[in-house]
Structure formats: structure tokens, C-alpha cells
């Protein structure tokens, strides 16, 4: 099951088209978990700590092999890397059971109905990328793949939240093999 919890006010149609991705991406439920607080220590001075934001954020009861992705607005602050920083979407435990997503980050703006159904594809498909890193899956090099990297100029060539047969193959294999 993924639990999908938001931090911000989120739409409510935004936050049920994320899930429907989720479960079409993976093939497992997906349910909206209610709204949480953010945690206070979550904000810094470049935007939301990702890796502080997972750690303190409120519990939510899951089982076994659930997994829970966190909803924000806010842009999350770029992560070191040597190549300098890089811009941050999403964090994920890699392998672990939780990831959040931010639409701050994402381009554009709900300013017309095309623009909205776009942003919402966008978020949906950062959702799907960050949820298949909790599955272990890596960046793939195929463009139209949720699982390409964010940051890259193929991201923005393909909203559609959806994954390549080779990583939904994988995702597949992953929740196979899981502990119960």
C-alpha cells in the first residue's frame, strides 16, 4: 500500500490524480493518509530540508512493506553533490518506506486549465519517480520514463507519469520479493 500524506494544503483533485498514477505506475493500492503538520525544523534559509522533513515528520501507521510519500508546496533545498548543488524535487529513502515530493520546484502554474492538468501530470510523475527509488529503482535512460532523472532536459520533454517496461518489470520484481 502507498500512503500519500500531505504536509501543505494540497487540492484535493491533485492529491486523488497522484494516486491514481501511483497505482497504475505500481499496481498496488494507493490511499490519501490525511494532512499532517510540517515539521518546524523542516525549513531552512534555501527551503525545506528533505532528509530532515523525512526524519521528523508525524508516523504514519503502515505495515510491513507500505510505503508513504509526503505532499509539499514549497521548494526543497538543493542537495550537495561535487558537481555542485543540485536542484531537489523529491527525496526518497532509497529502499526505505518514505519519500516526499514537492510541487514547488516543478515549472509553471495553475493558470488556466491546460496549465493545471500539466502541473498535475508533472507532480503525478515526480510522485512515481520518487515512490520507485522506495522500490530501489534507479534513474533510467529512457526519456519518456518517470524514472529519468528530474533535473534533466528529457523530463521536461514528458509529463506522463508512467514507467518503462524494464523499470515496471523491476518495481514488479521488488514488491515480489519484499517482506511480509
Known sequence: MIHVVTLEPFDADRSQAICRALFTAYGVGCELSGELELPDDAEGPEGLDAEKLLSEAEQVKTFADDKVL??????????PSPVGPLPTHGFARYGGDRAVASAGSLPGRDDGEAATLARTLAIAKLAVH?????WELHHCLDARCAMAPPWGVAWAKSNQPELC???REKSERRMKTAPA
Open 70 to 79: 509526503y505532499l509539499v508546496q514549497r521548494t526543497l533545498a538543493p542537495r
Open 130 to 134: 520518487q515512490v520507485g527509488h522506495l
Open 165 to 167: 517496461a524494464f523499470c
